[in-house]
């Protein structure tokens, strides 16, 4: 018997999917520890039992492992990082604290943008002394203008050992252009400390921008140790507990890779987690034939959210993270502080809900863990949604007293409320957040949300989805049947990707008659060959040499000229042909209006070429997941008092007895191992053909 795991690390719970050969599917949820990996093994141990063996022995039998993570973004949220040095082009030694102007509002809410005493410029992560200037220059075609003072580097980069830097990040100006100073430095960085982490632009990110590069740069080697001495712990944690084979990561576009290229990218991990949503969400779409997906994940910490377009979800190639711009590729996914552990507080007279989570330890009130501060859990459990007694499939007991008690002192009696209505006032509130951040995901692009199906999942999204799908303006929801670990299933089913890029600049005359003059088909494709060749030597050092599953998929960024963002533009065979480029050309003119609204392009303006992107794919073993097939009539399990204004009694169904195509109308609740899902008096629910749930606005 074969096992294939996925384990989604979120700051409240560790989630783990296991199929077998079968295609049977088992979900486990277990508390997320402060040593994260003997929280990782604590959960395998899980499915180790559940599957009656010792944890070697399902271990050896394990053929895929994937994980996502939190420890990068977690790092440097909470400015856990290493001490880090800089060495840049002399004279731009001050790059990262000159930053932008738009900088100083990266990571606002745009109600805040106007309060000049919010605004700030965005932390370096380095001291000023630990930044030296080298004798260099490449000029913008990448012609070397200044050659390395070798004497001089030698000398920077050894005043920073002294200063006892633990990473070193390279950043020359043009370096994107000719990478020739940035190795030697690296080299050299090399020859006097070996085991030092370097991290070089021009190998992270070879791009224009230069605050961003540099800010990018100076991120990775800050998390670089970090994350490689957790993906080394984790490693040696599995190998000694019987694992035998290839240990994979989840990055932020969607794909696994070898933990080696983890700890050389730590970048791309942070949005590691989430992105194990985004892709089962893409995965099920297409198997339900609904083109247009709302993603709504929502944990113990965070409520995660995300739009997949045509079947495919939206990239970003810049990301901001706390108040940092960063050249970060990613599945594009807006997040906020409110999940089932966000803690509830009474502010100015005001309640407000998050940022702020109990998270595992001590957790939510009704956890008994010590943890005092009400949480949307403890709403939940005390307007009667949640079943004390059946909490993680009944792993875990619940208090409801203890949430009553925290309701009452925190918010009921400051605000002046009966805590009943307390505990309904946080329930809307944290729906109204969560509606809010999934109404600014499709309205602020152009997309209706009336033309998307939302699907809900994590331990807390199927409880509140009916109330924000509602409110964010979607009338069809799918509740997933994996919906608690829905993240951990989207590892599971990942294939191996590694990108690479690369800035260039062409832009067209702007010659209406002639609109692709001034763009270059053969030097584009030029670039996409040197590309793929990078990629493909990256997976022969990884050991990976099966072409037979493997495939490419290139893009590119266009905007039109003087505009900063860029939009990425697939590109299906070669550009050489003259034709090609007229195509690419009309698919951006396409994507533009389509995301920006009919006639927001313009055919006269001039159009750019700004980076090349390219990725190579290794399609991973995969396993069919089994459908259920409960026997017998739809029947409820039993009854629950649930307040909505008053109490009332709604059945009660448990969602691995209820047939296939079996239906009901809300109020109802059904429990699941993991999750718990209200269907309020607005929806239907229907069992569809593979075991998820489908809720139908009636009114």
Request: with cysteine.
């Amino acid at each position: 018997m074969g096992y294939y795991v996925g384990i989604d690390v979120g700051g409240t719970f560790t989630d783990i999917c296991v199929a077998d050969k079968d295609g049977q599917v088992s979900v486990y949820k277990t508390p997320t520890m402060p040593e994260i990996g003997t929280g990782v093994i604590d959960g395998l141990r899980l499915a180790a039992q559940a599957e009656r063996l010792d944890l070697a022995s399902f271990l050896g039998q394990v053929e895929r492992f994937g994980h996502g993570s939190t420890v990068a973004v977690n790092a440097l949220l909470q400015r856990r990082g290493v001490r880090t040095g800089l060495i840049t082009t002399r004279g731009f030694t001050d790059t990262l604290w000159i930053a932008r102007m738009m900088a100083m509002t990266t990571g606002l809410p745009p109600e805040h943008y106007t309060h000049y005493r919010r605004r700030q410029r965005p932390d370096p992560l380095i001291e000023r002394r630990l930044v030296r200037g080298v004798e260099e220059r490449v000029d913008y075609r990448g012609d070397v203008v200044v050659g390395l003072r070798e004497d001089k580097a030698r000398q920077a980069i050894r005043e920073l050992l002294d200063e006892g830097i633990e990473a070193l990040a390279v950043c020359t100006l043009w370096s994107f252009r000719n990478p020739v100073h940035e190795r030697m430095l690296r080299e050299l960085a090399r020859e006097l400390a070996p085991s030092l982490y370097v991290s070089v632009s021009s190998d992270l990110v070879p791009v224009i921008k230069e605050y961003e590069r540099m800010a990018t740069t100076v991120v990775n080697a800050y998390l670089g140790p970090v994350v490689r001495s957790y993906l080394t712990g984790m490693e040696q944690q599995l190998k000694s507990a019987g694992f035998k084979r290839e240990f994979f990561i989840l990055n932020s576009v969607g794909g696994v890779i070898p933990a080696e290229e983890a700890a050389l990218k730590s970048i791309q991990l942070l949005s590691s987690g989430p992105a194990g949503g985004a892709l089962a969400s893409q995965l099920l779409a297409k198997q339900l034939n609904e083109p247009n997906v709302l993603t709504a994940d929502m944990g113990g910490t965070s409520f995660d959210a995300g739009v997949i377009v045509d079947g495919e979800p939206l990239l970003q190639n810049e990301a901001v993270v706390g108040n940092l711009n960063l050249l970060n590729p990613m599945i594009s996914i807006r997040s906020i502080g409110t999940g089932g552990g966000s803690i509830a507080a009474s502010v100015d007279g005001m309640l407000k809900i998050g940022p702020q989570s109990a998270g595992s330890y001590p957790g939510p009130a009704c956890y008994g863990r010590g943890g005092t501060r009400p949480t949307v859990t403890d709403a939940d459990l005390v307007l009667g949604h949640l079943n004390p007694e059946y909490f993680l499939s009944g792993k875990m007991k619940l208090d409801r007293e203890a949430s009553y008690e925290s309701i009452r002192k925190h918010i009921a009696e400051p605000l002046g409320f009966s805590v009943l209505d307390a505990a309904a006032g946080i329930r809307e509130v944290a729906d109204q957040q969560m509606a809010d951040l999934l109404r600014q995901s499709t309205l602020e692009r152009g997309y209706d949300p009336r033309e998307f199906c939302l699907f809900a999942y994590g331990g807390a999204g199927p409880v509140h989805a009916c109330a924000f799908g509602r409110e964010a303006g979607v009338r069809s929801i799918v509740v997933p049947v994996t919906a608690p670990v829905f993240s951990a299933q989207g590892i599971l089913a990942a294939d191996m990707r590694i990108a690479r890029q690369r800035s260039i600049l062409q832009r067209t005359s702007g010659d209406m008659k002639a609109r692709t003059e001034g763009l270059d088909g053969e030097a584009l494709e030029s670039i996409f060959r040197e590309l793929e060749n990078e990629v493909q030597q990256a997976f022969l050092r990884y050991r990976i040499a099966d072409s037979s599953r493997q495939y490419f998929l290139r893009s590119v960024g266009m905007r039109y000229s003087r505009q900063v963002q860029e939009i990425t533009v697939a590109i299906n065979g070669s550009l050489a042909p003259p034709q090609a480029v007229d195509k690419l050309i009309a698919a951006f003119d396409r994507i533009y209006e389509h995301r920006f609204g009919k006639g927001a392009g313009s055919r006269s303006a001039v159009v750019e070429i700004t980076n090349c992107h390219v990725q190579l794919v290794q399609a991973l073993p995969k396993v069919a997941l089994a459908v259920r097939s409960p026997k017998g009539p739809l029947a409820p399990s039993g009854r629950r008092r649930v307040y909505s204004k008053d109490w009332i009694e709604v059945p009660v169904y448990r969602w691995q007895e209820m047939p296939l195509n079996s239906s009901f109308a809300g109020p109802a609740l059904v429990d699941a191992p993991g999750t718990t899902v209200w269907v309020d008096g607005r929806h239907t629910a229907q069992v569809d053909q593979f075991g998820n749930l489908r809720l139908e606005m009636t009114s």
